[in-house]
């Protein structure tokens, strides 16, 4: 059983930076591929980024370049670095942890509120 929670949502203008963080209680942090993903009113949930066990990154075309995933496994905690913030931007945002060793074991946080606007 895996517990996440994110923190860190908050009204932010247009080029500026946020960042969020996702706590996991969990035994063994290694064990679970980290991911953001994001869900504007209206739309489907996107995926925004993955880190994985290893600490390799995957980010979507529309973040790349502006936004940073890291993860600490002592703290047991991925962070997702936003910089050159848009509008676009604006979405609730859910930390995902994902078991590399079973497949489709699955886990959310209950999102934080991420706001671009002047």
């Known amino acids: 059983q895996v517990q996440l929670v994110e923190s860190g949502g908050g009204l932010v203008q247009p080029g500026g930076s946020l960042r969020l963080s996702c706590a996991a209680s969990v035994m063994f942090f290694s064990i679970y591929d980290m991911a953001w993903y994001r869900q504007a009113p209206g739309k489907e949930r996107e995926l925004v980024t993955v880190i994985t066990g290893n600490a390799s990154t995957n980010y979507a075309d529309s973040v790349k370049g502006r936004f940073t995933v890291s993860r600490d496994n002592a703290k047991k905690t991925v962070y997702l670095h936003m910089n050159s913030l848009k509008p676009d931007d604006t979405a609730v945002y859910y930390c995902?942890?994902?078991?590399?060793?079973?497949?489709?074991?699955?886990?959310w946080g209950q999102g934080t509120q991420v706001t671009v606007s002047s």
């Open positions: 995902n942890a994902r078991s590399r060793f079973i497949s489709g074991l699955n886990y």
